[in-house]
């Protein structure tokens, strides 16, 4: 199953509609083969504040969940919930007092958006070490497996007098059929580990470029602001000018802040779907699909037939997951956190305009970018026939 990288809505078998997993797209633009793809890296991720109600569930015993009642339980899940939707609004406020300085409120408002930027991408970069990690751990494995049969092989051919034996050529067939497949998996899962690496690679360079633009932001604040209470936002420390950058520095973090600002309103599409009625739209569209499918299976004999059985299984695996969706989104707490989400996406972008219209930082990238739109394009509904 395999969640959309900005909300955490997961779809069986099936990508999100609306982002995706991380785009591999070529593109040549400059001689660091590392960013001249524009991938969907990681941004404001919904999973990960729902991970506080897996983190809860997880926690209460196996006796006790047998015990607790139905109504028990949806009253947990409202309170999680509940706390769910706290800790957003706990993450958008200030973490010092509002100024009644206008120009100040205004700069600890871009401050403490610009942070939470980072820190949502700084996470990201985390993920995509790990899942490199995974990746080379099974081709560890896989090496391992490859020499093993090269070693089998070898060891049959060590004698001429096995070769006209029929069990050396039906060990030879077996041997050399799966030396080929492990070789094709080999060569997937390089491409893989190579993917996320680069992925990996080019988030970091994301973060230095969130990084960057926090000092600016700093600095700026504090050459311009002449109300500035320096001593309690900054706590004694001086804000420093940011490094300059090179012609190249600053066509590659000119990228990199394309890439956030398109990341962010490909992820500001999928809330105000979600708010707008667009997505409810879309999964219903789903389950009639499924229940089509279900129907035309169901004309197929029941009896021995392996194959019914197994997809039968899939669409309702499918099913229930799009049913719980469903129900979930008339749940008050999902649309408040869902308002919630489309709010602090719209302060992001913002904040990153804030960067380019007024200070006029890293504008420097002004070659169309080509974004794979398996994984970005926004999804329209089918007319109703």
């Known amino acids: 199953m395999m969640s959309c990288p900005f909300s955490g809505n997961s779809s069986a078998g099936m990508k999100c509609p609306i982002t995706g997993a991380s785009s591999t797209t070529n593109e040549a ?10 991938p969907v890296i990681h941004a404001v991720n919904e999973e990960e504040v729902q991970q506080v109600k897996q983190e809860k569930k997880e926690s209460t015993s196996e006796a006790q969940q047998e015990e607790e009642q139905p109504q028990q339980v949806e009253a947990n899940e409202d309170a999680t919930d509940h706390s769910v939707t706290k800790a957003l609004e706990a993450l958008m406020k200030e973490s010092d007092e509002k100024s009644e300085i206008p120009s100040v409120a205004e700069y600890q408002k871009l401050r403490r958006t610009t942070a939470i930027i980072t820190g949502f991408y700084a996470k990201g970069t985390e993920a995509k070490r790990e899942q490199y990690e995974n990746v080379k751990e099974s081709l560890s494995r896989l090496y391992g497996d490859e020499e093993q049969c090269k070693a089998q092989i070898s060891a049959l051919q060590k004698y001429e007098k096995f070769k006209g034996h029929l069990k050396y050529k039906e060990y030879m067939e077996n041997y050399q059929d799966e030396l080929s497949n492990l070789q094709a998996q080999k060569a997937k899962l390089e491409e893989t580990a190579k993917h996320y690496y680069d992925l990996h690679i080019w988030s970091q360079e994301i973060v230095k470029i969130c990084e960057w633009l926090e000092q600016h932001l700093d600095y700026y604040a504090y050459k311009t602001i002449p109300d500035l209470p320096v001593d309690k936002i900054f706590k004694g420390v001086i804000p420093q000018a940011p490094p300059e950058l090179t012609a190249e520095e600053k066509f590659k973090y000119s990228k990199g802040l394309d890439e956030i600002c398109h990341n962010l309103n490909e992820s500001r599409d999928f809330f105000e779907a979600s708010v707008d009625g667009r997505l409810n739209r879309y999964q219903e569209i789903e389950r009639e699909i499924i ?3 279900l129907e035309s299976l169901a004309q197929s004999p029941k009896e021995d037939n392996p194959r019914r059985d197994y997809i039968e299984s899939e669409l309702r695996q499918d ?5 719980s969706q469903l129900k979930d989104s008339e749940r008050p707490e999902t649309q ?20 380019r219209e007024t200070l006029g930082v890293l504008n420097d990238s002004n070659i169309p970018k080509k974004y794979d739109e398996r994984y970005t394009s926004k999804f329209t509904l089918p007319a109703d026939e």
């Open 336 to 355: 408040k956190r869902r308002q919630f989400m489309l709010k602090m996406h719209k302060e992001f972008i913002d904040v990153l305009s804030f960067f």
């Open 291 to 293: 229940l089509c499918q």
């Open 29 to 38: 633009t400059t001689n660091d083969s590392s960013i001249d793809a524009c």
């Open 319 to 323: 099913l229930a997951h799009v049913e």
